[in-house]
Nanobody, 120 residues
Framework: QVQLVESGGGLVQAGGSLRLSCAAS????????MGWYRQAPGKQRELVAT???????KSADSVKGRFTISRDNAKNTVYLQMNSLKPEDTAVYYC??????????????WGQGTQVTVSS
């Protein structure tokens, strides 16, 4: 059983910073892409940033220059460093990973989500 567990969310004032972490655990052979998505109240879930196993990254225009995605392959962990936070960044942030388990078929897995609230 593969699990993704996020941490690091919270309440911060506009202009502040937070660092999210997401650790994958279980019988994992390898992990391909990892990423962060977010969903604000009344809105659809949207892509924030992704990173390949080789370290290539993509990010949404709305967060470019402010958010940085990174990963530690040895720890099966992906991070999202969020700087210069704005009230419109308020959302539940979800981790996603394309996992190849040792004993079952590969697939995409989601974390439970972590709340980020930015006050003005």
């Amino acid at each position: 059983q593969v699990q993704l567990v996020e941490s690091g969310g919270g309440l911060v004032q506009a202009g502040g910073s937070l660092r999210l972490s997401c650790a994958a655990s279980g019988s994992i052979f390898s992990i391909n892409d990892m990423g962060w998505y977010r969903q604000a109240p009344g809105k659809q879930r949207e892509l924030v940033a992704t990173i390949t196993s080789g370290g290539s990254t993509k990010s949404a225009d709305s967060v470019k220059g402010r958010f940085t995605i990174s990963r530690d392959n040895a720890k099966n962990t992906v991070y999202l460093q969020m700087n210069s936070l704005k009230p419109e960044d308020t959302a539940v942030y979800y981790c996603n990973a394309d996992v190849v388990p040792r004993y079952s078929d590969s697939g995409r897995y989601w974390g439970q989500g972590t709340q980020v609230t930015v006050s003005s």
